[in-house]
């Protein structure tokens, strides 16, 4: 026997951690409005043998719904999702410190009639803050029962599950109920009841967080809180250069160690060759920068779950408005900088169309974490590593260089979007600002260690498979016996290079360059691995010498930058263009955003060049 | 849009009983929500006021709920950080017209 159960709630609830708590399955909890976007579904067994479905709603405020999001809890619960009966039984869950806003969903909930129980989650914070809850008289009222709950904790699960069971049980049985929008004076009313509920049940807590509120007024400031949400991003970036070299250095010594020890024991060969130039290069060369993706994943996750996000969005708001995006652009943008894919998907808590369009065009603008080798192969080539002002890393500098040109040519052209294609003013601006957390260590480290397998696996299905690829493309055919060139000259790469580097001779690209473009469209980082793959095969003789040494040698100093510049629009990513068809449902807009960022990237690419070339690069 | 600063010499006048669109309330001003209109966000054909008035009445933005300004934002004070009743919402000024608030008596 099998009941599906539905978990809905207002955001910020911890409605995602008691998924976790009742599941065990590996998910994002986070302390922005709107983080759950995904249908997300885990089994258990309950202690009386009940198997559950348990289906992770997103947040919203009213069955009323406004954003694709919303509109997918409607529907569960409504049981109008295609293929899916309504759920046997709702599991509304609530943050037991901020109960108004949910109290009013449950009446709207009641109006479903599925059987129903409350979760009354971070109910220690309660507690400490001396709330008072008149559970049993609130569960006798409202007519359903109530469990309290400290989802962090693991603390009421069980009480909960066996809840549910008994709910389960008699869910055949409940009367069909029937759910219509409220309209204005239906939402006054459902307030006005609320209302009476809290005054009659909950006594005001003793000890009110005043945290939330005397942090805000450092944080929130206009002047000091734009200051250190500038300053945040600021250091983020130099800790993804300085934290992260030691553990790159090991990983980048470790690797060569490993081609030495091949080289050594396997007798010179085709073998030979692609086992140190194709598989352990490759795979080195781009799992040498899992530590700066772990450390910017570090500050955007402790920075959702502590609740800074949303005040993040406030600041940015105005400043985002300036350019047409809306407030709530903000979390797609900075998640963008991880990768866009998680970026454009999150763009759906944006309720309008045109709004979320923009989002989606512009978010793939942002520097995203699979643009770090490249930036950072080609900065340690080219800009040397010296302190500027005495306390900033040059090479960190010209990367927040790189960060900025990506932030402001996505604001233009958001800008352009919205001042030439679609005139008109932007969705309002209606956020909760949750109440300040201390992130759960357990939940961050849960998250990153998600992370860093997303990566590594994706480094492994189709980085890999690419970089073999690229091997072969540049192994054969082999040269001719007595041949003067390098072999890769006359290889199907050489000769692909060769080809195509008329058209990007222009903006100073060479064929090497040319040929790593072609494998970078699986994902971007696969291009510093086709550069290794393209020199550690043409130059035998450069075993000794780091990538970015030879590099240094081998291109001009305006390549170098112009190659920067290029990658700071850079398209090719075959996944965003998948998820944006996805997200967009049609093929116009992945193919408008292909045209512009190709147009973009070329020009770009073309000013750099041509100027450092100019000047005497 | 409106200037904020214009109608303070306004709300003096009526000394210690004083209305005033949330949209133009300055931080550390409070009140009770007397009345909750329909109106059209500025300038904007996508929402009509109908929609951005339930969208403030399911926040909470309702007759009789707590409003204090905390905080505003650095560009043209906007938006703003309201305290709702037991909750903090950010929201712009401009979607805040339609929300006028009794003020407090100010302290002595």
Redesign the interface.
Known sequence: MTARVALVGNPNSGKTALFNALTGSRQKVANYAGVTVERKEGTIVTPGGRTLAVLDLPGT??L?A?SPDEEVTRDAVLGRLAGEDSPDVLVCVADAT?L??VL?LILELKAVGRPMVLALNMYDIAQRQGLRIDVDGLAGELGCPIVTTVATRRRGIDELLSKVDELAARSRFAPAGGWTPPD?AQ??LA??EA?RLLKTYVK?PERPDTL??RV??VL????L??AILFALLFTMFQAVFTWAGPAQDLIEASFTALGELARAALPAGLFRSFLIDGAISGVGSVLVFLPQILVLFLFILLLEDFGYM?RA???M???MG?AGLH?RAFIPLLSSFACAIPGIMSARVID?K?DRLTTILVAPLMTCSARIPVYALIISAFIPERAVWGMFNLQGLVMFGLYAAGILSALAVSLVIRKVFWR????????????YKIPDPANVARNLLQRVMIFVTRAGRIIFPLMIAVWLLCTFPGPPPGAAGPAIDYSFAGMLGHALQPLLAPIGFNWQMTVALIPGFAAREVAVAALGTVYAVADPGADGATLASLLSRQWSFAAGLAFLAWYIFAPQCASTIAVVRRETNSWRWPIVMLAYMTALAYLAAFIVYQTAHALGG | MNDPSASTSAEADFGAVAVLPLGEMRVGQAGVIVEVTAQAPGGDQNLSAEELHQRLLEFGFVEGAHVAVLHEGAIRRDPIAVKLDDMRVGVRRRDARGVTVLLDKPRP
Do not use: C, K
Not at chain 1, 220 to 223: E, F, S, T, W, Y
């Open positions: 405020y009213s009323r406004r901020n108004r806003l009013r204005a939402v006054r307030h006005r209302q005001p939330t509120g805000d007024a929130l400031h206009p002047v809180g734009l949303a969005a406030f600041l708001d105005r400043i300036g407030g309008n045109r008109g003013a932007v969705d309002p601006f209606l956020m909760e600002l949750p109440a």
